[in-house]
């Protein structure tokens, strides 16, 4: 039997269906992990725990210890009187998800590049965007919000109500108001960084970048960017770009596209332009003028992701009686809010 040019492991020839070794499929199970790694945004800054024992539709449960307090001052005779450890629990409920695609049979036998390194390639983009999107679902359901310009809510929001270097201080204090702990980062040559982080869409970030506080704090600072779509920090906040967030519509742009008045959009990067059929019904009656972003601020371990089953190649082998080859990505995941009060959801325009 021959093998198919650059397919180690694939065995093709005009009387044997293309077959895929047991190495084979956890080698590119691994790649579709690596592939999506790039694409991903949200999820290094998730916590994450694997219980491989679990079936889809059971949970994992995550937990959330409460702080010791303060200690106290001693005098002779005095005991110390420790204090026991406590903590609450938070479910995390898993579920199937998979992507499936097929090559022909042909085309795999006479094809001169890796078709499986392509496939391989593309059902890592698809497990990202997947991935994505879920865990954007799950960041945006913290209860406190804020709004551009110190707006009181979203119907209050008007033209010219863009983010800036002051509602960025706004957040921050807000962050440690609410008592929001930081992320920590140790840094090479010593010492350790705190920060919160903050995904915003890119078309709210190109603004802020125009401000000139923005300049100058990003000038004198010297930060290096150390996380994907990393842009700059600011008051002890570090901004991902993005062109995956929540963009509500305004009511022009519902009735142009012929979709539901409380419709809020998400701008998949893999499109490239916002898709009408990625849509998502916002719980918030007020309905906007304008188009509004949607931008999430959060610390240190403010969601979960859980894992039954972590993202693998699924070989369909061959169907359409020896015509084609299917194969798919298959997970079983979940995530939630560990910590819902740790994140803050903020809204603004663009001009």
């Not at 970048?209 to 150390?226: C, F, H, I, K, L």
Request: glycine share 8%; aromatic share 8%.
């Amino acid at each position: 039997m021959a093998v198919t040019p650059g397919l180690t492991g694939i065995t093709a020839s005009p009387f044997v269906a293309s077959t895929l070794t047991s190495l084979d499929i956890a080698v590119h199970s691994n790649e579709i992990y690596a592939d999506a790694l790039p694409i991903l945004r949200l999820f290094p800054f998730s916590v994450i725990k694997t219980e491989l024992n679990k079936q889809p539709g059971s949970k994992i449960v995550m937990q959330r210890f409460a702080p010791l307090g303060r200690g106290k001052k001693l005098v002779e005779g005095d005991p110390i009187v420790p204090t026991a450890l406590t903590s609450t629990t938070q479910e995390i409920t898993i579920d199937e998800y998979a992507k499936a695609t097929k090559e022909s049979e042909l085309l795999i036998r006479t094809q001169p590049f890796d078709t499986m390194q392509i496939a391989s390639d593309k059902l890592g983009e698809s497990y990202a965007l997947t991935l994505d999107l879920q865990l954007e679902l799950c960041v945006f359901t913290t209860p406190n919000s804020t709004f551009a310009n110190r707006r009181a809510s979203r119907a209050a929001l008007v033209a010219g109500d863009i983010m800036t270097a002051k509602d960025v201080r706004d957040l921050a204090l807000k962050a440690k108001l609410l008592k929001i702990p930081k992320m920590r980062q140790a840094i090479n040559g010593g010492g350790v960084d705190e920060f919160y982080v903050m995904f915003a869409h890119s078309n709210v970030l190109r603004q802020l970048r125009d401000d000139t506080q923005w300049r100058d704090a990003d000038n004198y600072s010297g930060v290096v960017q150390q996380f994907l779509g990393e842009v700059g920090k600011l008051e002890g906040i570090r901004f991902i770009d993005t062109t995956v967030m929540p963009q509500v519509l305004s009511d022009v742009n519902t009735t142009a596209m012929g979709i539901p008045a409380d419709t809020v959009l998400i701008d998949n990067e893999d499109l490239g332009a916002v898709d009408p059929t990625e849509r998502l019904i916002d719980a918030t009656a007020a309905h906007p003028t304008l188009d509004v972003y949607k931008s999430i601020m959060f610390g240190s371990r403010y969601f979960g992701y859980a894992e039954g089953l972590p993202v693998e190649l699924r070989d369909g082998g061959v169907i359409d009686f020896g015509r084609e080859h299917a194969l798919a990505w298959y997970s079983i995941y979940g995530c939630g809010l560990l910590n819902p009060n740790r994140g803050i959801i903020y809204e603004s325009v663009i001009e």
